[in-house]
């Protein structure tokens, strides 16, 4: 998956600050939410991670390992 393309789209109830990740199959990938201390990343693997900046949580988001 080196050069998945995802995107993001604003939850449609939460609003700006989760974003539902899409790849470019329409896969649902799991979500990202702004925190104060960064974006957290909930995958559908059931994986948790911590981030500073956006550009990291969405390359976490698309890895699959």
Known sequence: MAN???R???SPVAGSTVRRCYDASNNF???IVKTKG???IQR???K???KA???EAFAS???SN
Do not use: H, N, W
């Open 4 to 6: 998945t393309q995802v």
């Open 8 to 10: 993001g789209e604003f």
């Open 29 to 31: 990938l799991g979500v």
């Open 38 to 40: 960064g974006y957290r």
């Open 44 to 46: 559908t693997d059931g």
């Open 48 to 50: 948790s991670r911590m």
């Open 53 to 55: 900046t956006l550009a």
């Open 61 to 63: 988001i698309k890895r």
